[in-house]
C-alpha cells in the first residue's frame, strides 16, 4: 500500500465548476500538507501549505486537512481553463525534509 | 533571477554509460533533492542533501550518486545507466528543510527528461 494514495483521473469539469481533489495518506506522522500544480512537461509548482489540521484559503483556492481521517482535499472555485494541470498532493513528517508526493490527478476544465 | 537550472533538457543515453544531471540554483537554499516522475508513481526522492558537504539517501537511490561541494550545485551521477532508469528527473530546492522557509515552498527546476535505450 502506498502511503500516499491519489485518484490520477482525469478529472474534466466545464468552466466555472467547484473542484474538489483528495488524498488519503496513512503515516500518522506526517504533518505538513502541500498542494503543487504541474502544467505539462514543466516542474511542480507550490500552490498551498497546511500544518496540522484545519483549512486554508487562498484566492479561489482552499485546502483542508483532516487528520483524524488522514484525508486531504483541495478545492478550486470558479475553475479556469487555465487551471487544467497536474495536482499534486505532498506531505511529510518535517517541513519540506523527504516530501512523499501522491501520483497526481489531471484536472481539465473546458471553457 | 533563474532559480533552479537543470541540463540537460533531453538525454539518451545506451545501457551501461553514465552520465551527469547538473542541478544549479541561484537562490541561496540550503535543502536541494532530486526526484524522478514515472507515469502512475507519482514523484518518488532519489537523494537529498541539506546543506553543502551533507547528503543522504530517499526512497530510490539504487544506481545513483550526488555530492554537494557548494551551496549552489548538486549534481546527480547514473553510474551505469539501465532502462529502469529512464524517467523525468526534477531538481528541487528550499530555503531550509524544516518550516523556516516553508512560506517560500519548494522551487522546482523544468527536469530532465532521460531515455535509455
Known amino acids: 500500500q502506498k502511503e500516499v494514495e491519489q485518484d490520477p483521473g482525469p478529472l474534466s469539469v466545464p468552466e466555472g465548476a467547484i473542484v474538489s481533489l483528495n488524498c488519503t495518506y496513512s503515516?500518522?506522522?506526517?504533518?505538513?500538507f502541500m498542494w503543487y500544480r504541474q502544467y505539462s512537461r514543466k516542474g511542480p509548482e507550490l500552490l498551498m501549505y497546511?500544518?496540522?489540521?484545519g483549512n486554508k484559503e487562498d484566492g479561489r483556492f482552499t485546502a483542508q486537512v483532516d487528520k483524524s481521517s488522514k484525508y486531504i482535499s483541495l478545492f478550486i472555485r470558479d475553475s479556469q481553463p487555465s487551471d487544467s494541470a497536474t495536482y499534486l498532493c505532498?506531505?511529510?513528517?518535517?517541513?519540506?525534509?523527504?516530501?512523499?508526493f501522491g501520483t497526481g490527478t489531471r484536472l481539465l476544465v473546458s471553457p | 533571477n533563474a532559480g533552479v537550472t537543470q541540463t540537460p533538457k533531453f538525454q539518451v543515453l545506451k545501457t551501461g554509460q553514465s552520465m551527469t544531471l547538473q542541478c544549479a540554483q541561484d537562490?541561496?537554499?540550503?535543502?536541494m533533492s532530486w526526484y524522478r516522475q514515472d507515469p502512475g508513481m507519482g514523484l518518488r526522492l532519489i537523494h537529498y542533501?541539506?546543506?553543502?558537504?551533507?547528503?543522504d539517501q530517499g526512497e530510490v537511490p539504487n544506481g545513483y550518486n550526488v555530492s554537494r561541494s557548494t551551496t549552489e550545485d548538486f549534481p546527480l551521477r547514473l553510474l551505469s545507466a539501465a532502462p529502469s532508469q529512464t524517467s523525468v528527473y526534477f531538481c528541487?530546492?528550499?530555503?531550509?528543510?524544516?518550516?523556516?522557509?516553508?512560506?517560500?515552498?519548494?522551487?522546482f527546476g523544468s527536469g530532465t527528461r532521460l531515455t535509455v535505450v
Open positions: 497546511t500544518y496540522s489540521s
Open positions: 537562490m541561496n537554499h540550503e535543502y
Open positions: 503515516n500518522s506522522a506526517f504533518q505538513y
Open positions: 505532498a506531505m511529510s513528517a518535517r517541513g519540506f525534509q523527504k516530501l512523499v
Open positions: 542533501s541539506v546543506g553543502a558537504g551533507i547528503t
Open positions: 528541487a530546492s528550499s530555503y531550509s528543510g524544516d518550516t523556516t522557509g516553508i512560506s517560500d515552498g519548494y522551487t
